[in-house]
Structures are given as structure tokens and as C-alpha cells.
């Protein structure tokens, strides 16, 4: 069984239920990925960079997912909390499939060799 933290942060903003649902429901589709991992921890801030912007407020988001062995970080800031949040969400999925492939690939690697030293036994 996979055992799943989401911990959130928000940094001088309000945020409402809707959008912090589905924040939270975009982020538990990236988790998905991870669904042969027995501990999943995922650390979620969002919110204004600063207050005294010359034009407008500039918010931000940033994500940290930790597995046994790996850990996988994005951020990205916009002049909308959305857009922020979506541009991140965007690097995250991009990590987190660059590890499946690899991954992926190492066991097809592993399997080849295997099949190799087996077609050597025989012999």
C-alpha cells in the first residue's frame, strides 16, 4: 500500500476551496505517476512574492515530491497564481516522466543483458 502526504503551504495569499481542490487534484494526477512507490511526500507552496511590486502583484508556486531514492522540485512564478501554478505543474510532470522513461529504459537495458548471458549459457 502507498502511503500519500500533501502538505500545503500558502505564503501571504488567499486562496478559495475551489481552487485549492484543484490544485490538489492536478497534483494527486502527478502522483499517479508513482504508484509502484511505497512512501510519497509532497510538498506544495503557493502564493505573492512580494509586496511592493511596481506592477501588480507576482505570485508563485513550487512543488517537492520526495520517494525513497529521488526527489523531483519545480517552481515557476507569473503575474497570475493560476498561470504560476500550471507552468509548474508543467516542469513537474516533465521531471517526473524523464524519470519513468529512464527508468523504463533501464529495465529493458536489464532485460536485454539477461537475455544475452542466457543465450551465452546455453551454449
Known amino acids: 500500500m502507498v502511503k500519500i502526504n500533501i502538505n500545503t503551504k500558502k505564503?501571504?495569499?488567499?486562496?478559495?476551496d475551489h481552487q485549492e481542490q484543484a490544485y490538489?487534484?492536478?497534483?494527486?494526477?502527478v502522483q499517479k505517476f508513482f504508484k509502484n512507490e511505497i512512501e510519497l511526500v509532497t510538498d506544495f507552496e503557493v502564493g505573492r512574492i512580494t509586496n511592493h511590486h511596481e506592477?501588480?502583484?507576482?505570485?508563485?508556486a513550487k512543488a517537492h515530491i520526495t520517494?525513497?531514492?529521488?526527489e523531483f522540485y519545480?517552481?515557476?512564478?507569473?503575474?497570475?497564481?493560476?498561470l504560476a501554478f500550471n507552468e509548474m505543474l508543467g516542469k513537474l510532470k516533465s521531471e517526473?516522466?524523464?524519470?519513468?522513461?529512464?527508468?523504463?529504459?533501464?529495465?529493458?537495458?536489464?532485460?536485454?543483458?539477461?537475455?544475452l548471458f542466457r543465450s551465452f549459457r546455453r551454449d
Open 96 to 115: 517526473v516522466s524523464k524519470y519513468k522513461e529512464k527508468k523504463l529504459s533501464d529495465r529493458r537495458k536489464n532485460g536485454k543483458i539477461k537475455r
Open 67 to 70: 520517494i525513497p531514492g529521488n
Open 74 to 82: 519545480a517552481e515557476s512564478s507569473n503575474e497570475n497564481v493560476d
Open 55 to 60: 506592477h501588480g502583484n507576482v505570485y508563485f
Open 11 to 16: 505564503t501571504d495569499i488567499q486562496l478559495n
Open 24 to 29: 490538489l487534484k492536478k497534483l494527486q494526477k
